[in-house]
């Protein structure tokens, strides 16, 4: 495979293509947040539904290129039902994937896992993580009490410096 | 006419394909290529007359003022100005925070406004956000049209109170390629407030069309090495000698001063009063050399090559299916600067798979977000062309877009 097929594998195209869980509302939402990457211009809507300590249900909406919404497609479907501590691993893990660290948790990941390869193209990074990171922030928005919460990423995409 | 065939050999990195396909460098407006004349220049500095400048009495010492002195005198006489009026800075970004220091944040006061317009790069707007907010001034926006010219009209009026007593506006915009009348302009300025003071950014005009800055009577001119064909690390403020004289210090240090005594300092005469420090020497005689291998192939024939190639680029573009071309219409209106967009494909996407072709386009805002909004677009694709662009560059890119348009399609809803 080239470095591009290798980029956009018929699994994430699939995913740009037939996005899973992309709407502009969820019913019942708990949190509401906007995350933005300014270098790309990327922009997008992540809303949650959290009940009894679970992940119920998550929507995401926006435009951005296919790496940022197939990305945040595989991931709602990897997260979906899971305990919302469950899911913060998740995501951790699939930050570490990016940053060229072996996951350990290949199933869990399941297609999302197909992304592995972006950690090679530094500049698409932030685009994957996009969705992931604004999915950590719909959740800890919600563990603050809050509803919705608006953030701006300039940096390599993950912020941990928050 | 140019000899493309035989300028591309002047050029090293263009004999560098990618994935044994030719290299297509269609990104000229973000940084040129170095041609070789300037890596010779900077090599004879490094290799053979080493030395700091404006100090020893030695031999090398001289020889080195001279070299970085004559990079000055020859960016002056590429742009028509007065030697003494050009300030050389790390890059254009550097020379408008100059003007935004020296002279806004020090002669500007509540109640004066700054005139600006939309389609400005972050680095000839927000160095003057930042001294409007300093020093409590009004910032005004000139708006454009629909085919992405300034609105003149709009402009008389923002102006008609004659309280706008600083212009900062783009010559080239480097997403449209809207070439601007700053003449016109800076005339309906000062026609409101005569001292108001004009200042253009030129980054992405000086490399494309002859610019002779006595006629355009402006009073400050910000232009930047590397996308003329010179070295990374050098830029130039070009402003009349009495502007820089009013102006205050933005950096000090060596070199800057003409007497210091432990109560106080005495400012160098200008330009050297706006140089601080080591200055940037083998990234000057670079410059020098870029600009006079610009001036041999002649800047007439450089906006001709530009014109006419443009043209082919916008035709081909916009015949192409689910293509967007923004911008003017016409060449005569632009420069080599072609940004647009494409129907259901992001600009990253299309940037990686022309990319994986050895296209080389730029994909984003362009440093323009203001204008993106005014787009209604979060990021567009840009082609840009320069002296060693040619019509097979064309193919490339358009072989590249449809096959992008084919791997990111879209299932079409069914009615
Ligand atoms: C219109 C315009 N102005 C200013 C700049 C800034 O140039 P530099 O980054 O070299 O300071 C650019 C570069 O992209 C530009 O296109």
Known sequence: ?162 | MLDVAALRREFPTLQHGVGGRRLVYLDAAASAQTPRVVLDAMERYYGAGRSNVHRGVYPLAEAATAGYEGGRAALARFLGADPRGVVLTKNATEACNLVAYGHVRRHLRPGDAILSTVMEHHANMVPFWHAAEANGLELRHVPITEDGRLDLGAARELVADGRVRFAAVTHVSNVLGTINPVAELAALVRAARPDAVVHVDGAQAAPHIPVDLAALDVDSYAVTGHKLCGPTGIGALVARPELLEGMEPFLTGGEMIRDVTLEGATWNDVPHRFEAGTPPIAEAIGLGAAVGFLEDLGMDAVRAHEVELGAVFLSGLRDAPGIEVHGPEDMADRGAAISFTVEGVHPHDIGAVLGDRGVCVRVGHHCCKPLMRELGATATVRASLHVHNDVDDLEPLLEGIAAARAMFARPAVSA
């Open chain 1, 1 to 162: 495979m080239s470095e591009l097929e290798q980029l956009y594998q018929e699994l994430i195209l699939d995913h740009y293509r037939s996005p899973r869980n992309r709407a502009p509302g969820l019913r019942g939402e708990d949190a509401h947040v906007h995350h933005s990457n300014p270098l790309c211009g990327d922009e997008m809507d992540l809303r949650v539904r959290i009940r009894d300590g679970r992940l119920d249900g998550v929507a995401f909406d926006g435009e951005g290129c296919s790496i940022s919404q197939a990305s945040a497609s595989a991931m709602t479907e990897a997260v979906t039902g899971r305990p919302v501590e469950d899911v913060l691993g998740l995501v951790e893990e699939f930050r570490r994937m990016m940053h060229g660290e072996d996951p350990a948790r290949d199933d869990d990941l399941s297609d999302a896992l197909a992304f592995r390869g972006v950690a090679r193209f530094p500049v698409r990074v932030k685009c994957a993580l996009l969705g992931w990171m604004a999915l950590r922030d719909a959740i800890e928005t919600f563990q603050r009490g809050a509803g919705t919460h608006a953030v701006t990423h300039d940096d390599g995409g993950d912020d941990d410096d928050r």
